[in-house]
């Protein structure tokens, strides 16, 4: 069983609602968690193994905490979370927003520990869920440790974007992991009425959580939904960002810079979440930032959009008023951000609940208060227009 302590957390938290209580007392996720788990520890990863510190690792099992269940090698040494175990505050507060029927027939992509499709499955039934994932490892160790706990709901292995056919309609989606497109086919499974529940991306930010609802129009099934919350999940693999070092994009095509001034303070443009929402669905790029390592204090913002050799950087030091921009590329990614931030300006600074997402068979579009209010894209300034000048922003 979860522990009291962990309980009252979710509780004090405001997650846990009368539905999902019985559930997620009932079942324990210390039982879906693999002897070996890994949580953040500064840039990297701390390992954590329940034969060399038992306590530790029941700890931690039992803690309000993300925990990492699966590292792949990556380039060099690096090690890449492929997997994970999600707070159970979020896994609370996905499944208060998916508020399934009882008589719901439940879609899950993302299977992972199968912690999750196990609340789902003893709140609903077995027969009412099933859930996809990817990685064949990972199905496997799910199915042996529902089976543990006497549920057993369909555990496919299959690409989650595709969602699973024969088991459509269902009233409910729930996805585990990131997207930026929404996937049609979870659309196309669904039933009219039915509620799609997924954190979503991009290339600058990751993320919100998305509560969409299916509607028939015109005889073609359409999502729309709100943002109903913040949510940092691993990326569908189908969709994970390319994995380019933004540093070599700006090692790549160096020469015929400009250079220019801003006063828009990069801190208060990407250091506030709401601004950086706007920002990220407006501009199509990536962000990092580089430190001093002679004055922690003073830093750069970079930006790169690998596809057309595009960058910006700008330079902050503390009680500047102007910023020093250097740009290189078709697009002025600096000059995008800056028109982004603006038209968040103009519109009321608004937060990021208020914006929402519509999926069609042939796309999807952001909007603000309203589906029939799509937000803009930043535009594409030429190089020519920025040659010679100084950017400004009041």
């Not at 060399?52 to 690792?57: S, V, Y």
């Not at 997207?179 to 930010?205: D, M």
């Not at 001093?292 to 790169?304: C, F, I, K, Q, Y």
Request: aromatic share 6%; charged share 20%; glycine share 8%.
């Amino acid at each position: 069983m979860t522990t009291p302590a962990l309980v009252g957390e979710l509780d004090a938290a405001g997650v846990l609602t009368d539905e999902w209580r019985e559930a997620v007392t009932a079942v324990d996720r210390r039982r879906f968690l693999p002897d070996l788990i890994w949580t953040r520890d500064g840039d990297g990863w701390a390992p954590c193994s329940r034969t060399d510190d038992p306590e530790r690792w029941e700890a931690l099992a039992h803690s309000d905490t993300a925990l990492v269940t699966q590292m792949t090698d990556g380039p060099g040494a690096e090690r890449v979370p492929t997997s994970s175990a999600s707070m159970p505050r979020v896994v609370a507060t996905m499944l208060r927003e998916l508020a399934p029927e009882k008589t719901s027939r439940v879609l899950e992509i993302g299977t992972g520990t199968g912690y999750n499709a196990a609340l789902l499955a003893h709140r609903l039934g077995s027969r009412r869920v099933t859930t996809v994932d990817i990685d064949p490892d990972l199905t496997r160790r799910a199915r042996s440790a529902l089976a543990a706990q006497g549920l057993d709901p369909t555990v496919i292995t299959a690409d989650g974007g595709g969602g699973w056919p024969p088991g459509a309609p269902y009233d409910r989606v729930i996805a585990t992991c990131a997207v930026h497109q929404v996937p049609y086919a979870w659309v196309e499974q669904a039933a009219p009425g039915a509620v799609i529940v997924t954190p979503w991306g991009t290339a600058l930010r990751n993320g919100v959580l998305l509560r969409l609802t299916v509607r028939s129009v015109s005889g073609e099934l359409v999502a729309c939904g709100p943002v109903v919350d913040d949510s940092a999940f691993m990326w569908m693999r189908a969709q994970v960002p390319a994995r380019r070092d933004l540093m070599a994009t700006v090692h790549a095509h160096s020469g015929g810079e400009t250079i220019s001034k801003t006063r828009l303070d990069p801190h208060g443009a990407f250091g506030d979440d709401d601004a950086l929402h706007a920002i990220s669905v407006m501009v199509d790029c990536r962000s990092t930032v580089g430190y001093d390592p002679r004055d922690p204090t003073e830093w750069t913002l970079w930006l790169a959009d690998a596809a057309t050799g595009s960058w910006a950087s700008v330079d902050v030091a503390p009680g500047a008023d102007a910023y020093e921009v250097t740009q290189r590329g078709p697009r002025r990614l600096w000059a995008e951000v800056e028109h982004a931030y603006q038209w968040w300006t103009a519109a009321g600074r608004p937060a990021r609940t208020r914006y929402g997402l519509t999926v069609t068979r042939t796309g999807q579009h952001v909007w603000l208060d309203h589906p029939d209010q799509p937000v803009p894209r930043a535009p594409r300034s030429p190089a020519s227009a920025m040659r010679g000048g100084a950017s400004q922003n009041p």
